[in-house]
């Protein structure tokens, strides 16, 4: 490969991670910059709303002149063909990858097309109505045919996509492990490496979507019988295809003992962090001096109190105090930021310990955030202060608590009842 090439793949990765509004997350080795792991989250308003679906690209030496070759990861062992146009076996159909054909030449790939090209068409194909993206049945308009190939499109993705992955991250499935019926087989990961390289983003993205996971699994519980079949599409056929039946009565007690888990992870590297500051491990030194440096400045004095537990560099304890004028006038919200001695690879874990009511926390004290520099701190300090100082977004992705969502984006109305549920949370706060 060309160092022309080698520069553009360069820039390509590096301008889709410095953009953490995106909802690609990539991994590569610096050694080998031509195998690249994207993992896509799920559109929401979609089956594979805030799912997790990993992908390799593989680029090959004539790129951009050719288009690199792509394959799902995600598919429960070739168990679960996600998509008409992503199979069981990994194989991703799309005129730009030149794995389907073109209609029309704009579609074709060209030297114009990157790394961002595909990963945005990939997504496209997580639509609102996947079934239309089978040839011949774009103009479906029969609702129980969507209906029954979204439902258990809906399924699987908390299934496999959600519940699958982390349970495998925190060594629950083996050969030996049986979950809804079938037996977990331990094949490896990609030839690069045994497991996804996504184990702290997922389990991140977990605690922060869990209750939203959980509200579908309990309105779907309502409409689909446990250990109804699904419906198999015209196009499904032999192992490609996505076969089983509806159990969200065991998805829903898979999510609850997946979150409490992963809430208790911060509890156990406060009691590996002992070693790690007997050791005087590099993150130790850096928390440490990343803190000092913060306290020194000043600049958070007016929105943040901040305190090392038992001066812990590792235990990081908050608290925001809420605008005059606000809301969250006189409130005073407890944070917990949790490091471990992995950090910046892994980041921290943050708590609202004090109910808040807010669309990017979640009812349990979980606030959304992606930063571009993982090492600074100060970026995960910006994002707690701008809780208090801008008005949510609009972006679907970042709403982790629903009801304070709706009431946000509602009628002038329901702007009221928001704003009395945060004051509300605010006059509580000086209670703990």
Request: aromatic share 10%.
């Amino acid at each position: 490969m060309s160092n022309s090439s080698i520069l553009r793949i360069q820039k390509e990765l590096n301008d889709i991670e410095k953009s953490p509004e995106n909802q690609y997350f990539l991994w590569y080795d610096d050694s080998n910059i031509k195998h690249v792991h994207a993992l896509i989250t799920g559109p929401t308003q979609t089956p594979y709303a805030l799912g997790m679906f990993d992908f390799v690209f593989n680029i090959g030496d004539n790129y951009p002149q050719a288009p690199p070759k792509v394959t799902a990861m995600t598919t429960s062992n070739s168990r679960v063909r996600f998509n008409p146009n992503i199979y069981s076996t990994g194989k991703v159909c799309l005129s730009i990858l030149g794995t389907w054909e073109a209609k029309e030449s704009g579609e074709k790939w060209s030297a114009a097309h990157g790394i961002l090209s595909v990963l945005v068409s990939i997504q496209s194909l997580l639509s609102e109505f996947p079934y239309r993206n089978e040839p011949d049945h774009e103009e479906e308009k029969d609702e129980k045919i969507l209906d029954d190939y979204n439902a258990k499109l809906q399924h699987e993705t908390i299934r496999v996509s959600v519940c699958d992955r982390l349970e495998e991250a925190l060594g629950w499935k083996n050969d030996n492990i049986k979950v809804d019926g079938t037996t977990s087989i331990s094949r490896p990961f990609c030839t690069c490496r045994s497991t996804s390289p996504f184990l702290d983003v997922t389990k991140r993205m977990f605690l922060m979507y869990k209750q939203i996971y959980s509200e579908t699994a309990q309105r779907e519980m309502t409409t689909k019988r446990e250990g109804t079949a699904f419906v198999l599409a015209r196009f499904e056929f032999g192992n490609n295809s996505a076969q089983g039946t509806f159990q969200y009565t065991a998805l829903t007690k898979r999510l609850d003992k997946i979150q409490e888990a992963l809430l208790k992870e911060p509890e156990e590297w406060m009691t590996l962090s002992k070693d790690w500051i007997a050791n005087e491990t590099t993150s130790a030194s850096n928390l440490r001096s990343q803190f000092d440096q913060i306290q020194a400045s000043h600049e958070y004095d007016s929105c943040l109190l901040m305190e090392l537990r038992n001066d812990n560099p590792f235990a990081w304890d908050l608290t925001a105090m809420g605008l005059p004028m606000t809301q969250h006038d006189g409130g005073m919200f407890n944070i917990e930021m949790r490091f471990h001695d992995d950090f910046p690879t892994v980041q921290p874990r943050i708590r609202f310990t004090t109910e808040m009511f807010h669309p990017h926390i979640s009812p349990d004290g979980i606030p959304y955030y992606r930063v571009e520099r993982a090492e600074n701190i100060r970026e995960y300090l910006d994002m707690l202060v701008n809780l208090f100082k801008r008005d949510p977004s609009g972006d679907p992705t970042t709403h982790l608590n629903m009801r304070a969502t709706k009431m946000w984006f509602g009628s002038k109305e329901d702007r009221r009842d928001y704003n009395r549920n945060a004051r509300r949370c605010a006059q509580r706060s000086t209670d703990y």
